[in-house]
T-cell receptor
Framework: GNSVTQMEGPVTLSEEAFLTINCTYT??????LFWYVQYPGEGLQLLLK?????DKGSNKGFEATYRKETTSFHLEKGSVQVSDSAVYFC??????????FGTGTRLQVFP | GAVVSQHPSWVICKSGTSVKIECRSL??????MFWYRQFPKQSLMLMAT?????????EQGVEKDKFLINHASLTLSTLTVTSAHPEDSSFYIC????????????FGPGTRLLVL
């Protein structure tokens, strides 16, 4: 079946550290891939997306590249801030409007 | 960006009672709304998809008679948990989109339900 696997958290970093959150997927077909972020007390927000292999999604300093050969979509940021503390969800969507989510990874950034 | 609200943000009820959760799109018309359930440290699991003016489509394993969904207008969908039991305690999240497979989903902040 179709699924998304994320690294377990929490991920704890100091401000200005490099961030990587791993995400791999299993899909029958060629999905679109997404990263959503959920700040405390708020709904999930679309952070970035990629719709085909080798596409790179980017937003707010975050990047993720759609790697078909490794079925991965790892989230990276070169220098995290305290304000990036949130829960990050990787998700895929195939040929319908349904999203399939990973379990989420909590990021905690300390000053 | 588009805003989706949910009400209430949390609710505690007695076993056997029914609870209604509202999901509203505040600044756009939501042709399609989705209801998810999230258990601690687990994924958001899609429960059902509803299109305005038509019956909801439930995912496999979701009891449609227990989780009643109504999408009567382009800005409002409701989820009613009927005869709630402790195992229904969870975090319920809705999302809304303008419709179509390529449309972005906008998520509400969620409703935490605790059934005693």
């Amino acid at each position: 079946g179709n699924s998304v696997t994320q690294m377990e958290g929490p991920v704890t970093l100091s401000e200005e550290a490099f961030l990587t959150i791993n995400c791999t997927y299993t899909a029958t077909g060629y999905p679109s891939l997404f990263w959503y972020v959920q700040y405390p007390g708020e709904g999930l927000q679309l952070l970035l997306k990629a719709t085909k292999a080798d596409d790179k999604g980017s937003n707010k300093g975050f990047e993720a590249t759609y790697r078909k050969e490794t079925t991965s979509f790892h989230l990276e940021k070169g220098s995290v801030q305290v304000s990036d503390s949130a829960v990050y969800f990787c998700a895929l969507r195939l040929y319908t409007d349904k999203l399939i989510f990973g379990t989420g990874t909590r990021l905690q950034v300390f000053p | 960006g588009a805003v989706v609200s949910q009400h209430p943000s949390w609710v505690i009820c007695k076993s056997g009672t029914s609870v209604k959760i509202e999901c509203r799109s505040l600044d756009f018309q939501a042709t399609t709304m989705f209801w998810y359930r999230q258990f601690p440290k687990q994924s958001l699991m899609l429960m059902a998809t509803s299109n305005e003016g038509s019956k909801a489509t439930y995912e496999q394993g979701v009891e449609k008679d227990k989780f009643l969904i109504n999408h009567a207008s382009l800005t409002l969908s409701t989820l009613t948990v009927t005869s709630a039991h402790p195992e229904d305690s969870s975090f319920y999240i809705c999302s809304a989109s303008g419709g179509g497979a390529q449309e972005t989903q906008y998520f509400g902040p969620g409703t935490r339900l605790l059934v005693l």
